[in-house]
């Protein structure tokens, strides 16, 4: 089985990134792991350009761990 890499953030870092474009019409979309460690996909950080936000293309990897699916149907 392969490993998926993300680049982890802080609780900073991540609230410097939400609502901000990484390239044109593309947007920074941090989400929680299973460990409840903030990431984004190491996409975002190759394909930054925005020279605010450079600094992503140099956060730590870490193997993504991704939270169960909520069950489908939603259960009342």
Same mark, same amino acid.
């Given at each position: 089985?392969?490993?998926?890499?993300? =680049?982890?953030?802080?609780?900073?870092?991540?609230?410097?990134?939400? =609502?901000?474009?990484?390239?044109?019409?593309?947007?920074?979309?941090?989400?929680?792991?299973?460990?409840?460690? *903030?990431?984004?996909?190491?996409?975002?950080?190759?394909?930054?350009?925005?020279?605010?936000?450079? *600094?992503?293309?140099?956060?730590?990897?870490?193997?993504?761990?991704?939270?169960?699916?909520?069950?489908?149907?939603?259960?009342?």
């Amino acid at each position: 089985m392969s490993t998926t890499l993300v =680049g982890l953030l802080t609780i900073e870092q991540k609230d410097s990134l939400v =609502g901000q474009l990484y390239e044109e019409d593309s947007f920074f979309n941090p989400l929680q792991d299973l460990s409840e460690n *903030w990431i984004i996909l190491v996409e975002e950080m190759k394909f930054c350009v925005n020279p605010e936000f450079m *600094w992503v293309k140099d956060l730590p990897l870490i193997d993504y761990k991704p939270k169960p699916s909520p069950p489908f149907p939603p259960v009342d």
